[in-house]
């Protein structure tokens, strides 16, 4: 079983800036991807960007030009550092790992994924 927990969420105003954090324990294998994905009231989740364990990565449209991905192995963490954030980001944020390193194709699909955080949500208000 492995445990996520994400961190981090909040209310801020428009134009201002976030960062993420998701904690991975219990029993993590050495191959892996994690993912952030978010949803908003009344639509389907949406992945904003996965990172496999050999650090091959994947930034969804989502999450091009203002939000990074990243990861610290030594902690087990996923972050997410999302900028210049807008009311349309508004949406609970998901993390999610898969055990086994995804190829890229799949990384975008949250079925590949056995196991979710709680999630955090983020507000952005104009």
């Known amino acids: 079983q492995v445990h996520l927990v994400e961190s981090g969420g909040g209310s801020v105003q428009a134009g201002g800036s976030l960062r993420l954090s998701c904690v991975a324990s219990?029993?993590?294998?050495?191959?892996?991807?994690m993912a952030w994905f978010r949803q908003s009231p009344g639509k389907e989740p949406e992945v904003i960007v996965a990172i496999n364990s050999n650090g091959d990565s994947t930034l969804a449209n989502s999450g091009k030009g203002l939000f990074a991905g990243s990861k610290d192995n030594a902690k087990n963490t996923l972050y997410l550092q999302m900028d210049s954030l807008q009311p349309d980001d508004t949406a609970m944020y998901y993390c999610?790992?898969?055990?086994?390193?995804?190829?890229?194709?799949?990384?975008?699909?949250?079925?590949?994924?056995?196991?979710w955080g709680q999630g955090t949500q983020v507000t952005v208000s104009s």
């Open positions: 999610a790992l898969s055990r086994r390193a995804l190829p890229g194709y799949e990384r975008e699909h949250q079925d590949e994924y056995e196991y």
């Open positions: 219990g029993d993590t294998t050495a191959s892996y991807s």
